[in-house]
């Protein structure tokens, strides 16, 4: 079986003159749940309707240094099947890897750039570790 590449946006990140305010503004207009972070938004998906998966939706400062080297004022997350795997056809392919796959316990992270210089992120997700806490622990 072939494998996948993306798999779905797993985020949208932009710039803003004032996170919070914008935060604020979605929740007060909207209706978002947010934290500290932005919004977390929940779906399942057709090929696993059993367990949730997450969108996040987050705010950056208008001068952050995250989204460098590109120069647009926002970078989207997409969500991929396996993140080793595609990393090594992206470079066979040519495309501009920008950091080493880093690894945190809800998923695997790496930064790379399109044709138009657009910072990509790509997640390999662990959505089972982004479940929301239960009185019961889980």
């Known amino acids: 079986m072939r494998k996948k590449r993306v798999t779905g946006i797993g985020g949208v990140f932009f710039k803003s003159t004032d996170p919070n305010e914008t935060k604020d503004w979605y929740q007060k207009h909207l ?13 399942r998906t057709e090929e696993d309707p059993a367990h949730p998966a997450y969108l996040q939706w987050s705010p950056f400062s208008s001068d952050t240094a995250y989204f460098e080297p590109s120069q647009k004022s926002f970078m989207i997350n997409y969500r991929v099947e396996d993140l080793v795997w595609l990393v ?10 920008l950091d080493e796959i880093s690894e945190y316990p809800y998923g695997k992270f790496v930064h790379i750039l399109d044709n138009d210089g657009n910072k990509i992120e790509l997640w390999e997700a662990i959505d089972d570790k982004l479940l929301p806490k239960t009185d019961e622990g889980g």
């Open 31 to 43: 209706g978002f749940d947010t934290d500290q972070w932005g919004a977390t938004f929940a779906f």
């Open 88 to 97: 090594g056809k992206l470079k066979e392919e040519g495309v501009t890897i």
